[in-house]
Each structure stands twice: as C-alpha cells, then as structure tokens.
C-alpha cells in the first residue's frame, strides 16, 4: 500500500500495469490449477461454449497480484529514496465480488487498476485500519473483464485514540 | 452410457469430496516467485519475521491449488462451463509447507438461466480444511454446467 491509512485518499485510482496472456502461460496455470479442457488447449476450447483458449480465472486474479504487489514494492522504494517512511499491511482477510466478467483469450493483454473506495478505523488494532478497493482487469479493446472488492489492513502513522 | 454429471445432477444439500493436495515449499515459492513476490512468501527467514509466523502460501495460490481439486476431483467428471465469479472468499487461516488440503464443494442453490436455456448456474460453498481439520479457506461460487437435456451424447444414447 506504500501510503500511511491517514494518508490514503478515498476515490484515488492507481494503475498497476498489464499482463500479456499468452497461450503457452495459460497453458502451464491450467495444468497446474486448473486442467479444464478450454484452458488446456485450442483444439479443446472450441467445443465448449467459450471458443477460444482462455485463461483460468486464478490465473486472471493471479496476475493481479503480481502487479499489485509489483507497485507496492515499486512505491515503497520511492518512499524510502525520499527518507520516507515505509506503512506495512497486513494480511487480507479476504474478498468480495471477485468477476470474470468475460473470457480473457490467449492474445489478450489485461490492464490492471485499483480504486480506494472507503475506510474503516479497527476497533480491535488501534495501529491499523482498512482499506477499502475495487479492482478492475481492462482488455486490449476497453472491455472490463475482471473486477472484485478488496480489503488490506494498512498500517497508521498515529494509532487512533480510544 | 453417458456418466457425467449434469446441471439436473446437483441438487441442493449434496457434497462432493474434492480430494486432497499436500503443499510443498518449492510450490510455495513457486507460485509466489511468479505472481506475490511478497518477502514472507518467497523466504523462511522473511516468514518468521512475519506476522504469520514461517513461510506461508500466497492467498492466491490456497486459491488456486483449491480450483485443482475442484477441477481434477469434480469439474472434469462433469459438464461445466466456467464460472461467472466467487461471491465471497475468506481466507481463514495461513496455509504452510507440509501442510495437507482436503476440500470439498456443497451445493447451495441451483437455478435455471433465462438467457442460456442449454446451461443453468449452480451455487457452491467449497470449503479446504488443512491436516488438523481446520478451515483455511472458504468460498462461494457460482458455476455454469450445461443440462444433460441439452447435451447431444445424450440424445444419440
């Protein structure tokens, strides 16, 4: 998260990068995670209802991930070449909402993006609050093909008072 | 003879053993090597330091080595056709090299599909319990399976 919870603007958009997904990668998720047949190959995709070789939704989620980690590592240095100091978060609990709103095909290149929409004060940890987001996969063509609700504990500068 | 498990097939109460997966701490870097490259997926020494306590698996690949199960264990014995999303998916507890998955999907609700008459949408709760029972993960999950009063094979038999 790089920025302190104070310091986190609600409605602030950042874009993390993009991921080409290319049919040999998609192949080699799929073998590991998610051997179904329209993600192992063409020829096997094109009898199902999808058409097309298409990535494992964990894949798509997981290729988030990569990015999002990515730039926070990538901010955090920043910060520290600044002399900035660096927030921690912490582990997430979890997630909402997660879609695969459409296929992403072997081909496609998927921009990722996240938004802050809210924060909560942790009543339980006084050092900590949660940050609120939605997170989008964009397609090549603009199509959104990707979205869910996340929720990090991001560390405070000053812990809230009782 | 046609065995495969159809939309008509899932009804409501019904679980299905998924099987189990045992996570070793090569996968463990693995997957975090590829897509969380976070200091407490990667390294030991980055693990005890953290707040979990020893090297753990990224949500994501708990996530995925769970899809494995779900697809080698069931899906592929039916006539799915994807899934649309996961509703709610809590991760409960950290996942550890060494430790043992066992999974399972309990259908929840199913119901027709207005605008694809040939496939109807099952809600799932699949559950991953580690060796001592505990729950790691725990998610709901619509998937797609086409009817088995659509399917040709079935026809022909």
């Known amino acids: 998260m790089s920025a302190y919870f104070e310091d986190i603007e609600i409605g602030s958009e950042l874009v993390l990068g993009s991921h080409a997904f290319t049919a040999d990668g998609i192949i080699r998720f799929a073998e590991k995670f998610d051997p179904q047949p329209f993600h192992l190959s063409e020829e096997a995709a094109q009898k199902t209802h999808f058409g097309r070789l298409c990535a494992s939704g964990w894949h798509t989620a997981s290729a988030y991930m990569r990015l999002n980690v990515l730039k926070n590592q990538e901010l955090d240095e920043l910060n520290r070449q600044q002399g900035k ?5 912490g582990p997430s609990p979890g997630f909402e909402d997660l879609k695969w709103l459409r296929p992403v095909f072997a081909g496609d290149t998927i921009t990722y993006k996240r938004v802050v929409t809210g924060k909560t004060e942790s009543k339980s940890r006084p050092k900590w609050g949660l940050v609120h987001g939605q997170n989008y996969g964009i397609n090549q063509d603009g199509e959104t093909v990707f979205s869910f609700k996340s929720t990090v504990f991001v560390e405070r500068q000053t812990a809230a008072s009782e | 003879m046609n065995d495969r498990i159809y939309f008509e097939d899932l009804v409501p109460g019904q679980v299905y053993d998924l099987g189990s997966k045992q996570v070793s701490k090569e ?13 407490f997926h990667l390294d030991e020494d980055a693990g005890n330091a953290s707040i979990l306590g020893a090297l753990s698996a990224s949500g994501w690949h708990t996530a995925s080595m769970v899809m494995g199960l779900l697809a080698r264990g069931f899906l592929n014995k039916s006539s799915c056709q994807g899934s649309p999303g996961v509703n709610k998916l809590g991760w409960r507890k950290p996942v550890f090299p060494g430790d043992t998955l066992h999974a399972q999907a309990k259908v929840v609700e199913q119901r027709e599909l207005k605008s694809k008459p040939d496939l109807g949408l099952v809600m799932f709760e699949i559950s991953a319990v580690n060796q001592d029972g505990t729950e790691v993960l725990n998610q709901v999950n619509p998937i797609l399976f086409g009817k088995k009063s659509a399917a040709p094979e079935v026809a022909k038999a």
């Open chain 1, 85 to 89: 100091p660096v927030a921690r978060f």
């Open chain 2, 27 to 39: 996968e463990v870097i693995e997957f975090a090597s590829e897509f969380d490259p976070q200091p």
